[in-house]
């Protein structure tokens, strides 16, 4: 059987993630642990639980929202990205990612895809290194 993600929910999650820091020229200023990532990033712990996975933060603050597979002792599957930009970045940049692994959670709980493994959705604090750059 071929399983498809939704093309609009994939639009609607851009849209979304977009109002946080949107720079008005169609890219985003949201550097890391600014209000606006912590709303990008309430957003993503929002739609998370909202399909029943669990979501936990490590020490550095990055996210994990896992789905368990029918195997809770295998290893989990991760895919992900960061939710932060540099100053006037593109509107694709690292969301892709966090949109895209959380697209795949959400196929495979509303379409009840049987599967093994855990499945994870990984959001990275601060990739961009805008908010703490180095000297």
């Known amino acids: 059987m071929i399983y498809r993600c939704s093309e609009a929910r994939m639009e609607g999650k851009l849209k979304t993630f977009s109002r946080f820091g949107d720079a008005g020229h169609g890219g985003i200023t949201r550097y890391s642990l600014s209000p606006e990532a912590i709303g990008a990033r309430r957003e993503f712990i929002r739609r998370m639980t909202a399909i ?7 020490d550095l603050a990055n996210l994990y929202a896992t789905i368990p597979g029918s195997e809770p002792d295998a290893r989990r599957i991760a895919m992900g990205s ?5 100053k006037n970045g593109g509107n694709y ?7 895209s692994a959380m697209e ?3 196929t ?3 379409e009840k895809i049987p599967h093994r493994h855990p499945l994870t959705a990984m959001v990275w604090t601060n990739e961009e290194g805008s908010l703490y750059p180095l000297p």
Not at 82 to 86: A, G, N
């Open 82 to 86: 960061h939710l932060d930009s540099v």
């Open 104 to 106: 795949v959670l959400e």
């Open 93 to 99: 940049d690292g969301v892709l990612g966090v949109i």
């Open 52 to 58: 029943g996975a669990e979501v936990v933060s490590d």
């Open 108 to 110: 495979v709980v509303n």
